[in-house]
């Protein structure tokens, strides 16, 4: 289902939703005053209780009488089409910022092997200090190779690229740097596992959703420490490339998903600048897979 779809489907249903409840509170105030006469006839005085109550029931219905009659059913849920109107754009500008040319968004997760249990080890204040310095090697790689962090989970991140090859260099990138890291780092290594996969996704208030940002995650938590594994869909999209070598495939079965799913290990990255020289070689041509 396509973003535009979707935004189409949910204003149908807010609207049905919000006129329902419309005129559900409508027939709930109005009984409600019908008991509170009814009350008001059999006993007297009346409590101040049931007259703080007669009294919002009453407000109820003609606030809500007059909205309807100054401005129709209608205008009762301006304000949600005008949410969804709004939250629709922030989405397709959220969207093209991390969108390659061919629509898809590359996601990458990753995490800290072993995470609770260093945490137990070391315990919550140490912990800390070594979360942090985790975090800021990661931070600097992302930056450089044009990620956008989403989200961080504690010990880990999610990521969007635009180009499926910035998310395979920042992986790449992490690994390289938490293994020669000093510091805390140093005196306690640690390793993350790093998934990555592409797809089209769906974005609402700075988060991003969808079948392929569920794969993505399911992708790196098949992976390994010190391992960076991306998905068949991913690795189609570099096949042109020189500066990636992956590993033999791996089959899985991710859970939620139909079928094995085939995961590729990314067995080594080729420097920029030794790129640029191997692309003026002359380049054989890829077997054709069977």
């Given at each position: ?25 409508l027939r ?54 005008e ?7 922030e ?9 390659a ?23 919550d ?55 020669s890291?000093?510091g ?30 569920a ?76």
């Amino acid at each position: 289902m396509s973003v535009l779809e979707m935004v189409l489907a949910t204003t149908v249903v807010l609207l049905t939703a919000a006129l329902g409840g419309c005129l559900l509170a409508l027939r709930r105030s109005r009984a409600q005053v019908v008991r509170l006469e009814a009350t008001q006839q059999r006993t007297a005085p009346r409590s101040p209780k049931a007259l703080r109550v007669a009294g919002r029931a009453a407000r109820v219905v003609a606030q809500s009488a007059a909205h309807v009659r100054e401005h129709g059913v209608t205008s009762l849920v301006t304000s949600s089409i005008e949410d969804l109107t709004r939250w629709a754009a922030e989405s397709r500008a959220a969207i093209a910022e991390v969108t390659a040319p061919d629509g898809t968004v590359t996601v990458l997760f990753s995490d800290i092997e072993g995470s609770t249990e260093l945490n137990v080890r070391l315990g919550d204040r140490a912990w800390v200090g070594l979360l942090a310095e985790h975090d800021k090697l990661a931070r600097a790689v992302i930056a450089r190779r044009r990620g956008r962090v989403v989200k961080s989970q504690g010990d880990g991140f999610m990521v969007v690229f635009r180009h499926p090859a910035d998310a395979l260099r920042a992986g790449w990138e992490i690994h390289r740097g938490l293994a020669s890291a000093r510091g805390r780092l140093r005196s306690t290594p640690i390793s993350v596992r790093i998934g990555v996969h592409r797809g089209v996704v769906v974005a609402r208030d700075g988060d991003f959703f969808g079948r392929n940002v569920a794969l993505a995650a399911r992708v790196a938590a098949q992976a390994g420490g010190g391992e960076t594994l991306v998905s068949d869909e991913l690795r189609e999209a570099l096949l042109d490339s020189t500066e990636f070598v992956f590993s033999e495939p791996r089959e899985a079965t991710l859970k939620g998903f139909a079928g094995p799913q085939t995961l590729w290990l990314v067995d080594e990255v080729v420097d920029d600048h030794e790129e640029d020289a191997r692309s003026r070689r002359p380049r054989l041509s890829r077997p054709r897979r069977g």
